[in-house]
């Protein structure tokens, strides 16, 4: 890796120049300094590695699962770990390492549904109200308010009530009550940058308000929600897990790790492994997440550079 | 020939002071090897940013950000070796016989106590005196910085007080102890012009009142030379030229008659303003290396 | 070319403050093609002046007109192509994230002009900025290199009238002969009228051929600046303004509040 990141490769020297020949030069120059920076941080790149696990694990879950997850067999229920059974077996048989690599799927497409859904919408909400303040302001961010009002796990409950539990709707309940703190954050960032210079320089360029939030204010405040994001991940999937455990998020026995949990339990104290190695599993993600979220923020901070 | 006059008058004596940084791209060298003394005199350290001044300043009191590394051959105040002293020796050192005004005082004063609190503070801190004496003492020192109402402002918290204002309760605080060397970092550069001056003119009269030093940090060479006894000009992290005050229009190096030329001026209308040229010789060290690591 | 007739502009003031009064009253003419100079210390307003002539600030009261154009508070766009300003800051005034040529070439776009890639190279010619910075970003150049950046982009409109903020308060002083001879250069060569602001009554002699004094929202005094340089000067703010530019000079000692 090193030898390739020697000054002599042209690609590193393309990328690093400090006279780009065009835009897209330049940018992508700029991402990659900003990825070596990251590089040089060691507990980010353990993050880095985890998350990169955790896909994928969740990619080649049946290259790397050994058994189906599914499958019982009550002649070998509660057996502790060994060769056969790495993480041993749950109350009906099943193997607990292939439930815990299939249970990744199920946490992978929750995290991904969930951020996917409401970074986009917290940042545009927030710049948005930050930006035009007045009366967009107000209604956007009681609506937020709102949102922010609601207790997660209450509302999971009221909509497993009103329609069926499933992950489904354990996600719906989960991007519902957590897209609120990114407007928050991303209209505080709009606020600090409205005043500056550069946005009193583009609107004396004739810039509309529309090519101000998109193209100078939404670009700056994406990366406090990055990290916000990558640190959200954590509450996330254990908020997913505790649904999970209430039995209002994943049915059994579909292998997700919360619900897992939750089977689990009753067996903690003899045989422990049925309920810890899933939750094992959660910590290792989400210290993974957390430790990718602090690098990313001193990478993405513009005053680091 | 020692070039540095190290007689016992002085009160500051630095010598091949070097102070690096550690990178990513390399090391930095931002103060290559200066030296120079104070006495109980006016001495200014001009130069342009990035020429180190300011390191030189918190040099002497070691204040460096932790990732800044500083060598010297010899850095001794009034006979203590300030290279070697111990983090205590040090503490006893800064507020107490040198201090040190920074420019803004939006920034240097504690936005959450009154004015008169935090002077007390230092002053309780170092002398161990009692509140009322302290309170005392610092009423007497804000009529020393020419303040008219001094009860007023001990009560008032830094942002009720003028910029000019805040400064006054900064040299305050930093003169309650009684230093004998003061550094002062661009004091009056977020002031307005007419505050400058009677600003400049209180640490003037402090200043010799008491017999101490100044190491005046600036940018502004026309206030530097009327001010200070003597100015060091500083250039890429060495001193270029040593010259007094009242003597600044007969500089001979280059860079500071650049300096003079580039500087527009009211008296004297030019169509263009003569732009610096910079010599890359000046950037060569004037003390070789020796025993670079 | 730029007119003020009783130009003030009030911001309402905070808790039991009421209005604070930043501009009063402030009438001038500027001829086209003239260099006026406004100079005063913080707060006292000239840098509000700018702001309502540019279109930035709304609230002012009085009469402005721009090329015998009366102006209302919205200004439509086709004005900044004849007014445009410089900042203060050349490291706030630039996007953090924005390269060289986006910056220039953003004000060409909005007003839908043609061959923008040949406008860029020419307005970085005219600011002696080399063509190998154009994709640079602005935390890869220095102060004096951003504000030639700036006053590039104030230029690719190629405005009559060019607004003044403070534009060397924040560089060194070699850097600051840089940007002064730059301007003079852009002023004979592109016929541009200039309003410069700065509380640098040097900068301001140097670069204007008529100034006035301004103090706690007013003009205090207007003279042509051979008067100023030969130092006959009427109000006496003018005239510490003038003594404060030659450096320290003790005075009587006096206790203020």
Request: glycine share 8%; charged share 20%; proline share 6%.
């Given at each position: 890796m090193s030898a390739q990141l020697q000054r002599g490769s042209t690609l590193h020297g393309?990328?690093?120049?400090?006279?780009p020949a065009s835009q897209w030069q330049a940018s992508l120059g700029d991402s990659y300094v900003r990825a070596l920076f990251l590089l040089r941080n060691p507990l980010a790149m353990c993050g880095l590695v985890i998350v990169l696990g955790l896909l994928a694990v969740a990619a080649f879950a049946p290259a790397i699962a050994t058994q189906d997850p599914n499958a019982q067999d009550l002649a070998s229920r509660l057996l502790a770990p060994s060769a056969a059974h790495w993480f041993g077996t749950d109350e009906f048989g099943r193997d607990m390492f292939s439930r815990v690599v299939y249970g990744s799927r199920v946490t992978l497409l929750t995290i991904t549904c969930v951020v996917t859904i409401i970074g986009p919408f917290g940042l545009v909400v927030g710049v948005v109200a930050g930006y035009l303040g007045g009366w967009a302001d107000t209604l956007l961010m009681r609506m937020t308010d709102i949102f922010l009002a609601l207790p997660r796990l209450i509302l999971a409950l009221a909509l497993v009530a009103a329609l069926k539990p499933g992950i489904q709707n354990a996600i719906i309940a989960i991007i519902l009550t957590s897209w609120s703190p990114y407007?928050?954050?991303?209209?505080?960032?709009?606020?600090?940058?409205?005043?500056?210079?550069?946005?009193?320089?583009?609107r004396l360029s004739g810039a509309s308000a529309a090519r101000i939030i998109f193209s100078h204010i939404l670009p700056l405040c994406?990366?406090?929600?990055?990290?916000?994001?990558?640190?959200?991940?954590?509450?996330?999937?254990?908020?997913?897990?505790?649904?999970?455990?209430?039995?209002?998020?994943?049915q059994p026995p579909a292998p997700e790790w919360g619900t897992m949990i939750a089977q689990g339990r009753v067996f903690i104290l003899e045989q422990w492994w049925v309920a810890t190695m899933p939750g094992l599993a959660i910590c290792v993600v989400s210290l993974g997440f957390n430790l990718l979220g602090d690098g990313l923020r001193d990478v993405l901070d513009p005053k680091n550079r | 020939m020692n070039p540095y006059d190290m007689s016992a008058r002085n009160l500051l004596e630095v010598d091949d002071l070097r102070v690096r940084f550690h990178t990513p791209q390399g090391v930095v060298n931002a103060v290559r090897g200066i030296g120079?003394?104070?006495g109980r005199e006016k001495v200014g350290i001009v130069g342009e940013s990035g020429s180190g001044k300011t390191l030189t300043g918190r040099s002497v009191l070691r204040i460096l950000p932790h990732h800044a590394e500083m060598t010297a051959a010899r850095l001794r105040f009034d006979g203590i070796?300030?290279?070697?002293?111990?983090?205590?020796?040090?503490?006893?050192?800064?507020?107490?016989?040198?201090?040190?005004?920074?420019?803004?005082?939006?920034?240097?004063?504690?936005?959450?106590?009154?004015?008169?609190?935090?002077?007390?503070?230092?002053?309780?801190?170092?002398?161990?005196?009692?509140?009322?004496?302290?309170?005392d003492k610092v009423l007497s020192m804000l009529e020393s910085v020419r303040i008219r109402d001094p009860r007023r402002v001990f009560d008032a918290y830094p942002h009720e007080l003028s910029g000019g204002m805040g400064q006054r309760v900064m040299i305050a605080m930093m003169l309650i102890t009684e230093p004998d060397l003061l550094i002062a970092d661009e004091p009056t550069s977020a002031l307005d012009v007419a505050v400058q001056n009677q600003v400049l003119e209180i640490i003037d009269e402090l200043v010799?009142?008491?017999?101490?030093?100044?190491?005046?940090?600036?940018?502004?060479?026309?206030?530097?030379?009327?001010?200070?006894?003597?100015?060091?000009?500083?250039?890429?992290?060495?001193?270029?030229?040593?010259?007094?005050?009242?003597?600044?229009?007969?500089?001979?190096?280059?860079?500071?008659?650049?300096?003079?030329?580039?500087?527009?001026?009211?008296?004297?209308?030019?169509?263009?303003?003569?732009?610096?040229?910079?010599?890359?010789?000046?950037?060569?060290?004037?003390?070789?290396?020796?025993?670079?690591? | 070319m730029i007119e003020l007739d009783a130009l003030s502009v009030s911001f309402r003031g905070g808790r039991a403050a009421g209005d604070v009064h930043a501009v009063r009253d402030v009438s001038l003419r500027i001829a086209a093609g003239e260099s006026y100079g406004?100079?005063?210390?913080?707060?006292?307003?000239?840098?509000?002046?700018?702001?309502?002539?540019?279109?930035?600030?709304?609230?002012?009261?009085?009469?402005?007109?721009?090329?015998?154009?009366?102006?209302?508070?919205?200004?439509?766009?086709?004005?900044?192509?004849s007014v445009q300003m410089v900042f203060q800051d050349p490291y706030g005034s630039l996007h953090p994230r924005h390269t060289v040529h986006r910056i220039l070439a953003e004000p060409a776009a909005i007003h839908k002009l043609d061959g923008i890639d040949r406008r860029v190279e020419r307005v970085l010619q005219s600011?002696?900025?080399?063509?190998?910075?154009?994709?640079?970003?602005?935390?890869?150049?220095?102060?004096?290199?951003?504000?030639?950046?700036?006053?590039?982009?104030?230029?690719?409109?190629?405005?009559?009238?060019?607004?003044?903020?403070?534009?060397?308060?924040?560089?060194d002083v070699s850097v600051q002969a840089e940007i002064l001879n730059l301007l003079t250069a852009l002023r004979a060569e592109l016929n541009l009228t200039y309003l410069l602001v700065s509380h640098n009554l040097a900068v301001v002699a140097h670069m204007c051929d008529r100034i006035a004094v301004m103090q706690s929202g007013k003009f205090i005094e207007e003279m042509p600046v051979a008067q100023l340089r030969a130092g006959h000067s009427v109000e006496p703010y003018t005239t510490e303004l003038l003594r404060a530019a030659q450096g320290y000079a003790p005075t009587t000692m006096e206790a203020v509040t």
């Open positions: 393309w990328l690093t120049t400090a006279e407007a928050r954050v991303a209209r505080a960032e709009a606020i600090t940058l409205r005043g500056s210079e550069f946005i009193d320089a583009a994406v990366p406090s929600v990055i990290v916000r994001g990558t640190l959200d991940m954590a509450g996330v999937i254990l908020i997913a897990a505790g649904l999970g455990f209430l039995g209002m998020g994943a | 120079f003394t104070v070796d300030l290279l070697r002293a111990s983090s205590q020796a040090m503490q006893r050192v800064r507020g107490r016989r040198i201090s040190m005004v920074m420019q803004d005082p939006k920034f240097s004063l504690n936005p959450t106590m009154t004015a008169g609190r935090q002077i007390a503070e230092t002053a309780i801190l170092h002398e161990k005196l009692s509140k009322s004496i302290a309170r010799s009142r008491r017999h101490m030093g100044l190491l005046f940090i600036s940018h502004d060479l026309n206030l530097v030379g009327s001010f200070c006894d003597r100015v060091l000009v500083m250039y890429g992290g060495q001193i270029v030229e040593t010259l007094a005050g009242d003597r600044l229009q007969q500089a001979s190096h280059p860079y500071t008659r650049g300096l003079l030329a580039a500087m527009p001026r009211v008296d004297r209308p030019s169509a263009v303003l003569p732009v610096l040229r910079r010599d890359p010789a000046w950037l060569s060290l004037q003390r070789p290396d020796a025993g670079a690591r | 406004i100079v005063g210390e913080s707060g006292s307003g000239k840098s509000t002046v700018l702001r309502a002539l540019s279109g930035l600030n709304r609230n002012w009261r009085g009469v402005m007109k721009i090329d015998g154009v009366p102006q209302l508070p919205v200004r439509p766009r086709a004005f900044h192509k600011v002696g900025l080399p063509a190998a910075f154009r994709y640079r970003f602005p935390h890869q150049l220095s102060g004096g290199q951003r504000q030639r950046v700036a006053i590039a982009r104030a230029l690719i409109l190629e405005p009559r009238v060019l607004l003044l903020d403070e534009p060397t308060s924040a560089l």
